[in-house]
Protein backbone atom coordinates (compact mmCIF):
# COMPACT_ATOMS: atom_id res chain seq x y z
CA UNK A 1 0.00 0.00 0.00
CA UNK A 2 2.65 2.70 1.13
CA UNK A 3 4.06 1.55 -2.78
CA UNK A 4 0.98 2.68 -4.09
CA UNK A 5 0.81 5.78 -2.37
CA UNK A 6 3.94 7.21 -2.15
CA UNK A 7 5.67 6.50 -5.42
CA UNK A 8 4.85 8.29 -8.45
CA UNK A 9 5.63 6.33 -11.22
CA UNK A 10 3.31 3.72 -9.65
CA UNK A 11 0.45 5.97 -9.27
CA UNK A 12 0.77 7.13 -12.89
CA UNK A 13 0.34 3.27 -13.86
CA UNK A 14 -2.80 3.70 -11.95
CA UNK A 15 -4.51 6.40 -13.50
CA UNK A 16 -4.01 8.54 -10.18
CA UNK A 17 -2.52 11.96 -9.40
CA UNK A 18 1.43 11.58 -9.03
CA UNK A 19 1.39 13.06 -5.60
CA UNK A 20 -1.52 12.10 -3.15
CA UNK A 21 -3.52 15.08 -2.05
CA UNK A 22 -4.24 14.60 2.24
CA UNK A 23 -7.77 14.00 3.40
CA UNK A 24 -9.82 16.98 4.51
CA UNK A 25 -13.01 16.33 6.54
CA UNK A 26 -15.84 18.30 4.58
CA UNK A 27 -18.48 17.30 7.28
CA UNK A 28 -18.38 16.98 10.76
CA UNK A 29 -20.14 13.86 12.74
CA UNK A 30 -24.70 13.72 12.70
CA UNK A 31 -24.50 11.27 15.83
CA UNK A 32 -24.36 12.41 19.36
CA UNK A 33 -21.06 11.17 21.21
CA UNK A 34 -22.16 12.47 24.74
CA UNK A 35 -21.79 9.67 27.38
CA UNK A 36 -24.67 8.10 28.51
CA UNK A 37 -25.55 9.39 31.90
CA UNK A 38 -26.81 6.07 33.90
CA UNK A 39 -23.69 3.90 32.55
CA UNK A 40 -22.41 3.62 35.86
CA UNK A 41 -25.76 2.97 37.96
CA UNK A 42 -26.46 -0.03 35.03
CA UNK A 43 -23.05 -1.05 35.67
CA UNK A 44 -23.03 -1.21 39.33
CA UNK A 45 -26.19 -2.58 39.71
CA UNK A 46 -25.21 -5.33 36.82
CA UNK A 47 -21.98 -6.40 39.26
CA UNK A 48 -24.28 -5.93 42.80
CA UNK A 49 -26.94 -8.81 40.79
CA UNK A 50 -24.24 -10.76 39.39
CA UNK A 51 -22.76 -10.80 43.01
CA UNK A 52 -26.22 -12.03 44.43
CA UNK A 53 -26.54 -14.51 41.81
CA UNK A 54 -23.11 -16.13 43.30
CA UNK A 55 -23.68 -15.98 46.65
CA UNK A 56 -27.03 -17.79 45.92
CA UNK A 57 -25.59 -20.39 44.17
CA UNK A 58 -22.55 -20.66 46.19
CA UNK A 59 -24.92 -21.27 49.18
CA UNK A 60 -27.61 -23.30 47.61
CA UNK A 61 -30.32 -20.91 48.78
CA UNK A 62 -33.19 -20.72 46.53
CA UNK A 63 -34.84 -17.65 48.23
CA UNK A 64 -31.54 -15.68 46.97
CA UNK A 65 -32.03 -17.26 43.80
CA UNK A 66 -35.58 -15.60 43.58
CA UNK A 67 -34.87 -12.24 44.67
CA UNK A 68 -31.91 -12.26 42.13
CA UNK A 69 -34.36 -12.85 39.37
CA UNK A 70 -36.82 -10.05 40.53
CA UNK A 71 -34.27 -7.63 40.93
CA UNK A 72 -32.75 -8.77 37.49
CA UNK A 73 -36.15 -8.17 36.00
CA UNK A 74 -36.99 -4.88 38.21
CA UNK A 75 -33.28 -3.57 37.20
CA UNK A 76 -34.32 -4.68 32.86
CA UNK A 77 -37.40 -2.85 33.53
CA UNK A 78 -35.81 0.56 34.82
CA UNK A 79 -33.25 0.20 31.66
CA UNK A 80 -36.21 -0.51 29.31
CA UNK A 81 -38.14 2.35 30.64
CA UNK A 82 -35.98 5.13 32.18
CA UNK A 83 -33.74 7.28 30.52
CA UNK A 84 -34.94 7.57 27.01
CA UNK A 85 -34.70 11.03 25.49
CA UNK A 86 -37.07 11.75 22.47
CA UNK A 87 -35.98 13.45 19.11
CA UNK A 88 -38.81 16.06 17.98
CA UNK A 89 -39.40 15.11 14.36
CA UNK A 90 -37.82 18.72 13.04
CA UNK A 91 -34.05 17.59 14.47
CA UNK A 92 -34.58 14.07 13.08
CA UNK A 93 -35.62 15.31 9.65
CA UNK A 94 -32.30 18.09 9.56
CA UNK A 95 -30.26 15.25 10.64
CA UNK A 96 -31.67 12.93 7.89
CA UNK A 97 -31.20 15.52 5.48
CA UNK A 98 -27.89 16.38 6.63
CA UNK A 99 -26.60 12.75 6.20
CA UNK A 100 -27.79 12.24 2.37
CA UNK A 101 -25.07 10.81 0.29
CA UNK A 102 -23.60 12.51 -2.66
CA UNK A 103 -25.07 11.26 -6.23
CA UNK A 104 -21.47 10.45 -7.42
CA UNK A 105 -20.87 8.42 -4.02
CA UNK A 106 -24.38 6.67 -4.68
CA UNK A 107 -22.97 5.61 -8.10
CA UNK A 108 -19.61 4.41 -7.58
CA UNK A 109 -21.19 2.35 -4.49
CA UNK A 110 -23.98 0.44 -6.74
CA UNK A 111 -21.47 0.13 -9.40
CA UNK A 112 -19.06 -1.58 -6.89
CA UNK A 113 -22.20 -3.96 -6.08
CA UNK A 114 -22.42 -4.53 -9.64
CA UNK A 115 -25.86 -2.31 -9.82
CA UNK A 116 -26.03 -0.56 -13.11
CA UNK A 117 -26.49 3.17 -13.36
CA UNK A 118 -30.56 3.91 -13.97
CA UNK A 119 -29.20 7.55 -15.64
Known sequence: MAVVTYIPGVRRVLCQEPHPSPYECTKT???DMTPWRPMY???C???VLLT????SLQLASFWLF???WSLWFIALG?????ATTITPMADAKSSA???TVEPSVQRS???AVGVPDAE
Not at 52 to 55: A, D, E, P, Y
Request: aromatic share 4%; charged share 5%.
Open 52 to 55: ILII
Open 66 to 68: VTF
Open 97 to 99: EEA
Open 41 to 43: LIV
Open 45 to 47: AIL
Open 78 to 82: CLLCG
Open 109 to 111: ASS
Open 29 to 31: GVV
